[in-house]
């Protein structure tokens, strides 16, 4: 804690944190990784993985137990704790704080990816874990048998779709879109499936029930109409949303709140890196994840050693 200053410390344990703290620990620096929630990120989220170069399919928990087993092999620290604020002083040390005290560091790697974006109702957080959900791996199995809308035609959407059709009697994909914008594989074996069906054009405007979801009303943009959808949950997946407010005394933030930086992963502050998906950047995946925390990892090494 505040008494050791650490080489590196990695806010984030997702792909792009662990990455980056294995590159570290090979580099020979002392390297902490600072995770508020659960350990190895959103890909814990994903059912299958398909296009990770090199496995055929995997699922996200494997693929994050995995790579926290590495990072942690490679003599890692890792602890569970949720970063509030960063300095840095006259002297380029980092003050890192935490609920759960202050972390010091020589330089910083913010990996802290994203959060799912909410539907944005009045009364949505009522809903939460009585009808509403941003996670079909954490909670598909509560809705065996029964229909579910998903929200959203992306891949995460269709992924999430997929997996709750093998198990749900029905499964609705509501799209604000006249098209889905997800991979055509994914679309394809969903085209393919007997008990789903799509809603284009439409967003969701209400969620009702008494205690527990009972419908949505979704409103049709192209018609300028409303019509109810009798459900029995939703799975939200409308995409993703920074977290950078802890990290704007250190780092430009861009005005969607994404971490400004080039591609060699440094902001401008001297000793401050970013990698990940809370980057500002076009493609946000695994594999680009784990690429920035490779890049962040070797430049924060370098940075060290010459200084
Ligand atoms: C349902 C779903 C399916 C997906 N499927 C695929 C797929 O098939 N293939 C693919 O390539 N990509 C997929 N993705 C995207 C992929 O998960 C992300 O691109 C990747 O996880 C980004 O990694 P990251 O390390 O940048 O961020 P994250 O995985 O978001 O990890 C960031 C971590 O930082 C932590 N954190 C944030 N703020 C703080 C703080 N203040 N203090 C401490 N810790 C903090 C978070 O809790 C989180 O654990 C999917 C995503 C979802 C949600």
Known sequence: ???????????????????????????????????????????????????????????????????????????????????????????????????????????????????????????????????????????????????????????????????????????????????LTGEEQLANKLFSMDNVDFIYNSVVEAAEGDGELKRLILHNTEKGQSVPLEVDGVFVAIGQLPENGPFRNVAKLAVNGYIEAGEDCMTGTPGVFVAGDCRQKNVRQITTATGDGAIAAVAACRWIDSN
């Not at 008494?3 to 344990?13: A, E, M, P, Q, R």
């Not at 294995?22 to 995770?35: D, N, P, Q, T």
């Not at 928990?61 to 006259?90: C, M, R």
Request: glycine residues 12%; contains cysteine.
């Open 1 to 179: 804690m505040a008494d050791n200053i650490y080489d590196i410390l990695i806010v984030g344990s997702g792909p792009a944190g662990l990455t980056a703290a294995i590159y570290a620990r090979r580099a020979g620096k002392s390297v902490i990784v600072l995770e508020k929630e659960v350990f190895g990120g959103q890909i814990t989220h994903s059912p299958k993985i398909e296009n990770y170069p090199g496995y055929l399919e995997m699922s996200g928990n494997d693929f994050a137990e995995k790579l926290l087993e590495q990072a942690q092999n490679q003599g890692a620290e890792i602890d569970l704790a949720e970063v509030l604020d960063v300095t840095a002083d006259s002297e380029g040390i980092k003050h890192v704080m935490t609920d759960s005290g202050e972390y010091l560091c020589k330089a910083l790697i913010i990996a802290a990816g994203s959060k799912h974006r909410e539907l944005g109702l009045p009364n949505e957080e009522d809903f939460v874990g009585r009808g509403i959900s941003y996670c079909a791996v954490c909670d598909g199995a509560f809705y065996a048998g029964k229909h579910v809308a998903v929200i959203g035609g992306g891949n995460s959407a269709l992924q999430e779709a997929v997996m709750l059709a093998e198990r749900c009697s029905q499964v609705t994909v509501v799209q604000n879109l006249p098209f």
